[in-house]
């Protein structure tokens, strides 16, 4: 994300949760932590609870965000438990992976960039799967009606309901799901999570 006022709000939900002590595992990330393995790139890391618990499991993790208060926070973390996790302060609107991971994770991340900026960063995340690697990615889809989170200046995008599977065809489906939550005034959040690997040995 962009210095955009999903990063700020973001930024001040990051502080206050770290303030706070909040380093448990979401659902979605405690559904994802099994499948997390080898090199891994963390997309959109937030404070950095799965990169931390990864970490904590053998595997070394680059774990980015647009929010400089995660960083920080994750970066102390991991340095006072000896975690091998490299955080950095990144733009994601934009970013280009750096060569391949056997683990690439985008939790919560692509439906806060324009639909055709949330398609592309999702192929790149895609293209820096190494052969039997893991690609998790999670998403807001049509249907949700809480849209607090969003700048709408800066454009957000609700992925259609299949357009997960429908990018990973001929992977590996290890978890696909779409699931709905309430939220405030009334309103729904829908998320689709899908965990594929891709085809080939392991390097």
Same mark, same amino acid.
């Given at each position: #994300?962009?210095?955009?006022?999903? /990063?700020?709000?973001?930024?001040?939900?990051?502080?206050?949760?770290?303030?706070?002590?909040?380093?448990?595992? @979401?659902?979605?990330?405690?559904?994802?932590? %099994?499948?997390?393995?080898?090199?891994?790139?963390?997309?959109?890391?937030?404070?950095? @609870?799965?990169?931390?618990? +990864?970490? +904590?499991?053998?595997?070394?993790?680059?774990?980015?965000?647009?929010? %400089?208060?995660?960083?920080?926070?994750?970066?102390?973390?991991?340095?006072?438990?000896?975690?091998?996790?490299?955080?950095?302060?990144?733009?994601?609107?934009?970013? /280009?992976?750096?060569?391949?991971?056997?683990?690439?994770?985008?939790?919560?991340?692509?439906?806060?960039?324009?639909?055709?900026?949330?398609? $592309?960063?999702?192929? $790149?995340?895609?293209?820096? /799967?190494? %052969?039997?690697?893991?690609?998790?990615? @999670?998403?807001?889809?049509?249907?949700?009606?809480?849209?607090? #989170?969003?700048?709408?200046?800066?454009?957000?995008?609700?992925?259609?309901?299949?357009?997960?599977?429908?990018?990973?065809?001929?992977?590996? #489906?290890?978890?696909?799901?779409?699931?709905?939550?309430?939220? %405030?005034?009334?309103?729904?959040?829908?998320?689709?999570?899908?965990? +594929?690997?891709?085809?080939?040995?392991?390097?």
């Amino acid at each position: #994300m962009t210095d955009s006022g999903s /990063v700020r709000f973001f930024d001040g939900q990051f502080q206050r949760q770290a303030a706070a002590g909040e380093f448990g595992l @979401n659902p979605f990330e405690t559904r994802a932590l %099994p499948h997390v393995r080898g090199e891994v790139i963390d997309l959109g890391c937030g404070l950095g @609870n799965l990169a931390c618990a +990864a970490a +904590a499991r053998g595997a070394h993790v680059l774990a980015l965000d647009g929010s %400089p208060a995660a960083i920080e926070s994750l970066g102390s973390r991991a340095h006072a438990g000896a975690l091998a996790v490299d955080a950095r302060v990144v733009d994601l609107s934009d970013y /280009v992976p750096e060569g391949s991971f056997d683990t690439v994770v985008a939790i919560g991340l692509l439906m806060f960039f324009p639909c055709p900026l949330a398609r $592309r960063q999702l192929a $790149r995340a895609k293209g820096a /799967v190494r %052969p039997g690697g893991t690609l998790i990615v @999670n998403v807001l889809i049509e249907g949700t009606t809480f849209m607090g #989170m969003f700048d709408e200046q800066a454009g957000y995008c609700l992925f259609g309901e299949k357009d997960l599977p429908q990018a990973l065809a001929g992977w590996e #489906m290890l978890d696909d799901r779409v699931e709905q939550f309430p939220a %405030p005034g009334d309103s729904v959040k829908r998320f689709r999570t899908t965990i +594929a690997r891709r085809a080939g040995a392991p390097a």
